[in-house]
């Protein structure tokens, strides 16, 4: 069964604008590989890795749907901003078909979240 999406911020049509965004002169576009650009944060390694696996994971729904459930507003906003702080982390999540289902559920669970999102891949853009 096919899904449409009309929002014009769905993450399909994210997806599809983060892949044609146009860079002024001077800057590359290309993505350096995982590990290479430092994050800003405290966050170890081993905290993002097991993130990422469980949105990425098939075996992982269970465990999802227990985080989401036991995870407050600001708990969630912090993973949202985990897992799109790091370009290269964010695009190999929402390219894979766990990690992409997830990713929408956990951007919509607040209209904070999605709008916190939207800003910032506004402010990123410009």
Do not use: C, W
Not at 47 to 70: C, H, Y
Not at 75 to 92: A, G, H, N, P, Q
Request: glycine residues 6%; hydrophobic residues 40%.
């Amino acid at each position: 069964m096919a899904m449409t999406h009309n929002s014009p911020f769905s993450m399909s049509t994210m997806s599809v604008a983060l892949q044609h965004i146009r860079f002024s002169k001077g800057i590359s576009g290309s993505m350096p590989p995982p590990g290479f650009a430092p994050r800003a944060s405290a966050v170890s390694d081993t905290s993002l890795n097991a993130l990422f696996d469980l949105m990425t994971s098939g075996e992982g729904v269970a465990k999802f749907k227990q985080m989401i459930s036991k995870s407050d507003r600001n708990e969630l906003r912090i993973k949202v901003s985990l897992l799109t702080s790091d370009s290269d982390y964010f695009m190999k999540v929402v390219r894979n078909k766990y990690g992409s289902r997830r990713m929408q559920k956990l951007i919509g669970i607040s209209d904070d979240v999605d709008t916190f999102h939207v800003l910032e891949f506004v402010k990123g853009n410009k």
